[in-house]
């Protein structure tokens, strides 16, 4: 499993309350990526990071931000969470970050009722 | 734009039979191309990258950059190769390793 885990697995909110999810890793890779999957769109990239206190946009980054102020802990946050942003979140890693093989992690499903 | 397309969301197929999972990419370079499944109840992992251009599971995929395509393939499919297969394109700047995916096709092989 490459050492990843999320936190927590799954969780209920109702809309308008912030979340945060954590992803953790234990072989302190530089590279670490936030995604959503939702049926018809595959998966989609939030946010990644490429260091501590280093991270950009993906391609739907509206209303997520996200945090690394350890190697080994990329957190992403809903400040106010809409109905929209149900679904299922993957954090991965990439170890060398080139056309190198992506790590997941076991996903966090997220209900905003 | 940098795009995947996966144009099939569920291919059934009995055992024994040949398989092929579609997959188109729009991408102006030279790409990085990886196909990614997730079987029930466990994590998505890598099935296999075209630079390495080896046979994973018996399933080869081949890129063919006059049809941008990548299709994934297996000639004869095994009750265990149910699963979600997902195509990627490794994009923008390639040192950062962010993958764009397609929308996935669930494969489902019938005993």
């Known amino acids: 499993d490459a050492g990843i885990t999320q936190s927590p697995r799954h969780k209920v909110t109702e809309t308008g309350t912030p979340v945060t999810l954590r992803c953790h890793q234990t072989e302190n890779h530089r590279y670490m990526y936030w995604y959503r999957q939702d049926p018809g769109h595959g998966l989609r990239l939030i946010h990644y990071s490429y260091g501590v206190k280093d991270t950009d946009k993906g391609e739907v980054s509206d209303g997520y931000s996200v945090s690394r102020s350890k190697t080994e802990d990329f957190l992403l946050t809903l400040e106010s969470a809409t109905s929209s942003q149900t679904s299922v979140y993957f954090c991965a890693i990439n170890p060398q970050g080139r056309a190198d093989e992506q790590f997941f992690g076991p996903g966090t499903r997220l209900t905003v009722l | 734009a940098q795009r995947v397309t996966q144009p099939e969301k569920l291919l059934s197929v009995f055992k024994g039979a040949p398989v092929e999972l579609k997959c188109n990419y729009s991408?102006?370079?030279?790409?990085?191309l990886f196909w990614y499944v997730q079987y029930s109840r466990q994590r998505l992992q890598l099935l296999l990258r075209?630079?390495s251009r080896e046979s994973i599971k018996g399933f080869t995929a081949d890129l063919n950059k006059g049809e941008t395509s990548f299709h994934l393939k297996k000639p004869f499919a095994q009750e265990e190769d149910s699963a979600m297969y997902y195509c990627?394109?490794?994009?923008?700047?390639?040192?950062?390793?962010?993958?764009?995916f397609g929308q996935g096709t669930t494969l489902q092989v019938k005993p």
């Open positions: 075209h630079i």
């Open positions: 991408y102006s370079g030279s790409p990085e």
């Open positions: 990627a394109l490794m994009g923008g700047s390639s040192n950062t390793g962010k993958l764009i």
